[in-house]
Protein backbone atom coordinates (compact mmCIF):
# COMPACT_ATOMS: atom_id res chain seq x y z
CA UNK A 1 0.00 0.00 0.00
CA UNK A 2 1.20 3.28 -1.16
CA UNK A 3 -0.02 6.68 1.06
CA UNK A 4 0.59 10.09 -0.21
CA UNK A 5 0.87 13.39 2.24
CA UNK A 6 0.87 16.62 1.13
CA UNK A 7 1.50 20.05 2.70
CA UNK A 8 2.09 23.85 1.98
CA UNK A 9 -0.72 24.98 0.76
CA UNK A 10 -2.87 28.15 2.42
CA UNK A 11 -3.99 31.60 1.78
CA UNK A 12 -1.85 33.61 0.08
CA UNK A 13 -2.02 37.60 -1.97
CA UNK A 14 -1.85 37.37 -5.73
CA UNK A 15 1.37 37.98 -6.84
CA UNK A 16 2.58 35.43 -3.68
CA UNK A 17 4.38 32.39 -3.50
CA UNK A 18 3.66 28.82 -2.17
CA UNK A 19 5.69 25.36 -2.06
CA UNK A 20 3.67 22.44 -2.00
CA UNK A 21 5.43 19.43 -0.76
CA UNK A 22 4.31 15.09 -1.34
CA UNK A 23 6.05 12.35 0.34
CA UNK A 24 5.23 9.13 -0.38
CA UNK A 25 5.64 5.61 1.46
CA UNK A 26 5.59 1.98 1.17
CA UNK A 27 6.16 -0.27 -1.68
CA UNK A 28 7.54 2.15 -4.57
CA UNK A 29 8.59 1.29 -7.81
CA UNK A 30 11.75 2.57 -8.72
CA UNK A 31 10.12 3.94 -12.26
CA UNK A 32 7.02 6.16 -11.60
CA UNK A 33 5.85 9.88 -12.27
CA UNK A 34 5.03 12.16 -8.99
CA UNK A 35 2.99 15.36 -9.71
CA UNK A 36 0.14 17.37 -8.92
CA UNK A 37 -3.48 17.76 -10.03
CA UNK A 38 -5.80 20.40 -8.48
CA UNK A 39 -9.38 20.83 -8.23
CA UNK A 40 -11.41 23.94 -8.08
CA UNK A 41 -14.86 24.11 -6.91
CA UNK A 42 -17.53 23.28 -9.21
CA UNK A 43 -14.62 22.09 -11.85
CA UNK A 44 -13.38 18.73 -12.75
CA UNK A 45 -9.35 17.83 -11.87
CA UNK A 46 -6.88 19.27 -13.77
CA UNK A 47 -3.08 18.19 -14.57
CA UNK A 48 -0.90 21.07 -13.06
CA UNK A 49 2.32 19.27 -13.29
CA UNK A 50 4.55 16.21 -13.38
CA UNK A 51 7.77 14.69 -13.32
CA UNK A 52 8.76 11.38 -13.99
CA UNK A 53 12.21 9.56 -12.34
CA UNK A 54 13.26 9.80 -15.91
CA UNK A 55 13.38 13.63 -15.35
CA UNK A 56 10.80 14.05 -17.63
CA UNK A 57 8.09 16.74 -17.45
CA UNK A 58 4.89 17.70 -18.40
CA UNK A 59 3.07 21.47 -17.56
CA UNK A 60 -0.12 22.30 -17.83
CA UNK A 61 -0.27 26.33 -19.92
CA UNK A 62 -1.92 27.88 -17.70
CA UNK A 63 1.52 27.49 -14.70
CA UNK A 64 3.95 27.05 -17.69
CA UNK A 65 6.84 29.42 -17.07
CA UNK A 66 4.73 30.49 -12.60
CA UNK A 67 4.76 27.01 -11.33
CA UNK A 68 8.10 24.53 -11.01
CA UNK A 69 7.69 21.35 -10.32
CA UNK A 70 10.88 19.19 -8.72
CA UNK A 71 12.04 16.28 -7.03
CA UNK A 72 14.99 15.34 -4.43
CA UNK A 73 17.15 12.62 -4.96
CA UNK A 74 15.12 10.44 -2.79
CA UNK A 75 12.24 8.85 -5.15
CA UNK A 76 9.44 9.36 -2.75
CA UNK A 77 9.13 13.11 -3.16
CA UNK A 78 7.53 15.57 -5.01
CA UNK A 79 7.65 19.44 -5.02
CA UNK A 80 5.71 22.72 -6.51
CA UNK A 81 6.93 25.43 -6.53
CA UNK A 82 4.45 28.05 -7.26
CA UNK A 83 5.32 31.66 -8.07
CA UNK A 84 3.13 34.88 -9.41
CA UNK A 85 0.26 33.58 -7.70
CA UNK A 86 -3.12 34.61 -9.52
CA UNK A 87 -7.11 33.86 -7.83
CA UNK A 88 -7.60 31.44 -10.43
CA UNK A 89 -5.11 28.79 -9.01
CA UNK A 90 -7.50 28.47 -6.50
CA UNK A 91 -7.68 24.78 -5.88
CA UNK A 92 -7.15 21.69 -3.76
CA UNK A 93 -4.31 20.75 -5.06
CA UNK A 94 -3.54 16.70 -5.21
CA UNK A 95 -0.37 14.95 -5.03
CA UNK A 96 -0.37 11.57 -7.25
CA UNK A 97 2.29 8.66 -7.69
CA UNK A 98 1.42 6.38 -11.29
CA UNK A 99 3.72 3.44 -12.14
CA UNK A 100 3.12 -0.39 -13.03
CA UNK A 101 1.79 -0.68 -10.19
CA UNK A 102 -0.87 1.36 -9.88
CA UNK A 103 -1.83 5.40 -9.42
CA UNK A 104 -1.99 6.86 -5.59
CA UNK A 105 -3.45 9.57 -4.81
CA UNK A 106 -2.68 12.14 -1.59
CA UNK A 107 -5.29 13.67 0.72
CA UNK A 108 -5.25 17.16 -0.85
CA UNK A 109 -3.87 20.55 0.26
CA UNK A 110 -5.85 23.33 -0.23
CA UNK A 111 -4.79 26.72 -1.60
CA UNK A 112 -6.54 30.29 -1.70
CA UNK A 113 -5.30 32.98 -3.77
CA UNK A 114 -6.93 36.00 -2.97
CA UNK A 115 -7.05 39.26 -5.10
Known amino acids: QVQLVESGGGLVQAGGSLRLSCTASGFIASSNTMGWYRQAPGKQRELVATLSSGGLTNYADSVKGRFTVSRPNAKNAVYLQMNSLKPEDTAVYYC?????????WGQGTEVTVSS
Open 96 to 104: KLASYRGSY
